[in-house]
Nanobody, 125 residues
Framework: VQLQASGGGQVQTGGSLRLSCAASGGTFSSNVIAWFRQAPGKEREFVAA????????VYSDSVKGRFTISRDNAKDTVNLQMSGLKPGDTAVYYC???????????????????WGKGTQVTVSS
């Protein structure tokens, strides 16, 4: 399965963006899906994840209360609604999927098998 992230752009502080992750060449309805981000000169970091059943999502402390992850398995998409954006949120955002046999959410980059190309989010002050 291939993943494709979209929806990035440039916004001002306090603005909102909605990122989407879509699957091609297969389905990811059975996969844990996560969003990671990587700012220039920094390590790729965990942002949010959701189980295949769309149960209780997990967020990093830095985005909790501002970002919401959701999935629509019928459309094979996972969305990341970002509100209250800050310059520190500027990064390339990636969606990733775990192996379909694994149901546990992980915050660790190496736990994810499938990665899409990122989408740039820029927040200006």
């Amino acid at each position: 399965v291939q993943l494709q992230a979209s929806g990035g752009g440039q916004v001002q502080t306090g603005g909102s963006l909605r990122l989407s992750c879509a699957a091609s060449g297969g389905t990811f309805s059975s996969n844990v899906i996560a969003w990671f981000r990587q700012a220039p000169g920094k390590e790729r970091e965990f942002v949010a994840a959701i189980s295949k059943a769309g149960g209780t999502p997990v967020y990093s402390d830095s985005v909790k209360g501002r970002f919401t992850i959701s999935r629509d398995n019928a459309k094979d998409t996972v969305n990341l609604q970002m509100s209250g954006l800050k310059p520190g949120d500027t990064a390339v955002y990636y969606c990733a999927a775990r192996s379909p046999r694994i149901t546990v959410i992980s915050r660790t980059r190496s736990s994810y098998t499938y990665w899409g190309k990122g989408t740039q989010v820029t927040v200006s002050s």
